[in-house]
């Protein structure tokens, strides 16, 4: 299976999840907060994935409950990508430049994400969803500048970049007209990585009810509030862990297909 057709297959799942995480609130069947039934009820014609801890339809939390968490991961990983490439170029192109900015990274580098959204997030909650968007960029963009970095030097040496530096063109002309557009490829998987990453970050972040913008019905939310009842009703948890996982392991594999297709294994 070769051309786009391998990467669009295991792209599906993902895009059908991210397709009811978009429409799900024009489909929900219930309100987040309207009772069905009691609480952990199993599946019913009015509940088709049974009640939460609350007594409310689990379908209806599950189609509301991932826009928040796409929307942040989304804004998280577009961010990444473009500091990230941005700074990676700079630093090939001007080596003295990139020493600067790798040794300034180092310390971030070291900072665990988990950890530096937690120390954030607790001294100052009222940051909310914008706190955790800025620690995440703050975090995840050195490693990321340095993938970039690593992509760029190849080109930053070929002939049409040095004659470029040879008339003179200015730096922000040799970042956004003679390299970036030669790593279409490198933006693209990073992109995907980093998306998966803030997806993964942002969920992290919901469980723990750190960003208290992000409401009440995420699927995040939806793990931890009824992971006490999942033998009375698995979907409670189960779907919503589904939910994230599938769309983490569609992105990989579509990242993975592109890589394949792009670069074939010769024999």
Known sequence: MSG??????????AVVVVGCAVIGPWLAPHPVDEGVDIPYAPTSAAAPLGTDHLGQDVWSHLLLGGWGLLVLATVIAVLVTTLAAVIGTVAALRPRVGAVIERSTDALMLLPPVLAILLVMLSWPESGAVGLVAIAVLVGTPYTARVFAAAASGIAAT?????AVANGEPLSYLVFR??????????TTQLGLRFVEAMYLVSTAAFLQLPTTLGQSNWAVMVRENSSGILLNPWAVVAPSLAIGIL?????????????DRHPVRT
């Open 4 to 13: 786009w057709v391998r990467p669009v297959l295991v792209a599906l799942p």
């Open 159 to 163: 002939g049409y970049v040095e004659v």
């Open 178 to 187: 003679e390299v970036l557009p030669n790593l279409r490829g490198t933006v």
């Open 248 to 260: 983490a392991v569609s992105v990989n594999f579509t990242i993975s297909a592109i890589r394949t």
